[in-house]
């Protein structure tokens, strides 16, 4: 009896519990959604607000440009391509030059290639599977640069766009150019604004969970593209079975979600989109239901943009109350819907989508985030 209870070690009361049916309880504590909620210091308002500001810009530019064009009807393209004036806000001027031209390549990339395929032709499930697979090498492409935030979602909302069916080579050519014309305000606006940057601003760090693979680490990026382009699928096809109108939205909600840097992150992540989601689709609504002018229209996306930019550090919540309605109203550039159908369907995305990243993040976690998982939720009941 007594070499048996040699041989038999007792239960170690610190072992954290880490199961993903245990996992998924800690997800849903009431304190996760407290924690999405908490505000935090960001690392500069002021740059902010200069690459809100420049972003702002450039997507005024380069929309109003083409609205008095003959390519009038690309003009949501041209605001697409200046989101590249978000990328590299703390970088040094030479490499946010450099940071914003890979931005801008990593727009019109994928607005090509799923241009290519609706003009070739495509159904709209072969385009939806097509946008997943490009989210997953987006994502990989977004690490392998180290672009830095707002990540790679912008880009894959840039892709979502192009899968519209177009008539031809010329509509090709018209989208694909337009959205360069748009990197190539921003650029040329970074380059003559950035000295009013705080240069000294040293980038937030990355957030990290104790003995959690870093994203830096060898093997992450592959692991990372195929989970962010199973979940961008998963989403959108639930979407599309359900007849909604914007599946795309789905899949970039669902995205949006993994981005957070460990589970707790991606409940917050979950937590803050659908809320902010919840008030946002309401102000795109209220505006849109006002029969706005084009040049109203751009005048709201322009404040929208600053807001964005100035309040996301604080908390990613705030952030989504104006980035709902800003897509939602670059997304009227490009084609015209019904306000009330638009605020629904983006309500519905965005949950399915938040449903969809939490339920794949949990059932790839890896055994560490789970043990981060439960000690964090430990911690703050103790």
């Known amino acids: ?55 702002a810009l450039a997507v005024v530019l380069a929309a109003a440009a083409l609205h008095a064009s003959p390519w009038a009807h690309v003009a949501g393209f041209g605001g697409l391509g200046a989101l590249a004036a978000l990328f590299g806000r703390f970088a040094p001027l030479a490499r946010r030059r450099r940071m914003v031209l890979v931005a801008g390549a990593l727009l019109v990339l994928p607005v090509a ?3 290519l395929l609706a003009w070739a032709g495509w159904p709209p499930l ?15 492409l977004a690490h392998r640069t180290q672009i830095g935030a707002p990540g790679a979602v912008i880009f894959i909302f840039a892709a979502s766009a192009a899968i519209s069916p177009i008539s031809g080579m010329t509509a090709w050519t018209e989208r694909t150019a337009a959205t360069a014309l748009g990197v190539a305000a921003a650029w040329l ?15 937030p760090a990355p957030a990290a969970a104790a003995g959690v693979r870093p994203p830096l680490s060898p093997g992450y990026a592959p692991l990372q593209a195929l989970r962010v382009a199973l979940c961008a699928a998963l989403a959108a096809l639930l979407a599309y079975a359900a007849g909604w109108s914007h599946p795309a939205w789905a899949a970039i909600g669902a995205v949006a979600v993994l981005q957070g840097a460990h589970l707790p992150g991606t409940m917050h992540r979950a937590w803050q989109r659908t809320l902010g989601t919840l008030v946002g689709a309401a102000v795109a609504w209220a505006i849109l239901s006002a029969s706005p002018s084009f040049a109203a229209l751009l005048l709201a996306v322009a404040v929208l943009q600053i807001l964005t930019e100035v309040v996301i550090g604080f908390n990613y919540a705030l952030g989504q109350i104006f ?16 306000p009330a159908d638009m605020a629904l369907a983006r309500i519905y995305d965005t949950t399915l ?3 969809v990243g939490i339920a794949l993040a949990l059932v790839l976690s890896s055994l560490d985030e789970r043990v981060h998982l439960a000690r964090h939720h430990g911690s703050l009941k103790n």
């Open 1 to 55: 009896m007594t070499a048996m209870a040699r041989r038999t070690p007792a239960p170690s009361p610190s072992l954290p519990l880490v199961s993903r049916g245990h996992a998924l309880r800690h997800l849903a504590a009431p304190a996760r959604l407290r924690e999405s909620l908490a505000l935090q210091r960001p690392p500069s308002v002021r740059n902010a607000a200069i690459a809100g500001l420049q972003a």
């Open 113 to 115: 290639l799923l241009s």
């Open 126 to 140: 072969a385009l939806l599977l097509a946008l997943s697979a490009m989210a997953g090498a987006l994502a990989s």
């Open 189 to 203: 606006l970074c380059l003559l604004t950035d000295r009013l940057r705080d240069l000294e601003v040293a980038p």
């Open 323 to 338: 980035i709902t309605p800003m897509a939602l109203l670059m997304t009227n550039l490009a084609s015209h819907g019904e």
């Open 353 to 355: 989508g938040a449903a």
